[in-house]
């Protein structure tokens, strides 16, 4: 790849930092997106600029399409050609049964988690597709095997907005894929990242890993080389692909 731009939303920590690291190349801008804490997102960018790589923090809320529309308009402005998102913000709130959730966590998890996705696909498709004069790229939407489970008395309202993703990610694939996009999802299951105290329990993957069938919660790494494979090459026949990260589960 030459002079190509990546994009990864939510990246200054967990699963978005660890692939913002591991794609680093002299030949990849990549574009680590934060909400709030900017000196994480700085040593992520400090990271990769050590291994070689080229990258730069930006701060946008890719829960509303104000925060989209900075983040690529910035893309715009930039030498180089636009070809890799990922798809990784997002928000939970604390474990709870419906009886107890808001109209306001349930509005927050789907804006954040589903219309934060379309919308960064809209703008990415604009710019990737070969029907528009793009390049044609590849989308990796970041999913979770809650689409499948449910989480039931945790976090359903997060649960189905993974859902809502896979059929994101079904849907675009077959929209784009004579376009030059590829578009896959990954789906993690219980990975050591800080989303698990977000939702007020931080020891949740020791709690639960030893029902797994491999008895272990999976380390972001392994989630980040699925995606990193998911926007390579060696995955040029794949599309509209949903990859489970789970253990077993």
Request: net charge neutral.
């Amino acid at each position: 790849m030459n002079n190509t731009i990546a994009l990864i939303t939510g990246a200054s920590r967990g699963i978005g930092a660890a692939t913002a690291k591991m794609l680093a190349s002299p030949n990849v801008l990549i574009i680590v997106n934060y909400l709030t804490n900017q000196q994480a997102a700085n040593n992520v960018v400090d990271e990769i600029v050590a291994r070689g790589g080229r990258a730069s923090a930006l701060q946008a809320d890719v829960s509303n399409e104000h925060g989209i529309k900075v983040l690529f308009d910035y893309i715009d402005q930039l030498d180089g050609t636009f070809t890799q998102l990922v798809n990784n913000a997002g928000t939970l709130f604390t474990q709870s049964s419906i009886e107890n959730m808001t109209a306001e966590r349930i509005n927050k998890v789907l804006t954040t988690n589903v219309t934060g996705y379309f919308l960064c696909c809209r703008e990415a498709v604009k710019r990737m597709s070969t029907k528009h004069g793009g390049n044609g790229g590849a989308i990796v939407n970041v999913s979770s095997a809650a689409a499948r489970l449910g989480a039931p008395h945790e976090y359903i309202d997060y649960a189905a907005s993974k859902g809502a993703i896979d059929t994101l990610t079904t849907g675009l694939s077959l929209e784009v894929a004579d376009a030059g996009i590829r578009v896959n999802s990954v789906r993690p299951g219980l990975i050591y990242t800080d989303i698990h105290a977000q939702g007020g329990e931080p020891n949740r993957v020791d709690r639960l890993s030893p029902n797994l069938p491999m008895k272990r919660g999976g380390q972001v790494d392994e989630i980040a080389h699925a995606i990193c494979w998911l926007l390579s090459e060696k995955a040029s026949y794949c599309t509209g692909s949903h990859l489970d990260l789970a253990g077993g589960r």
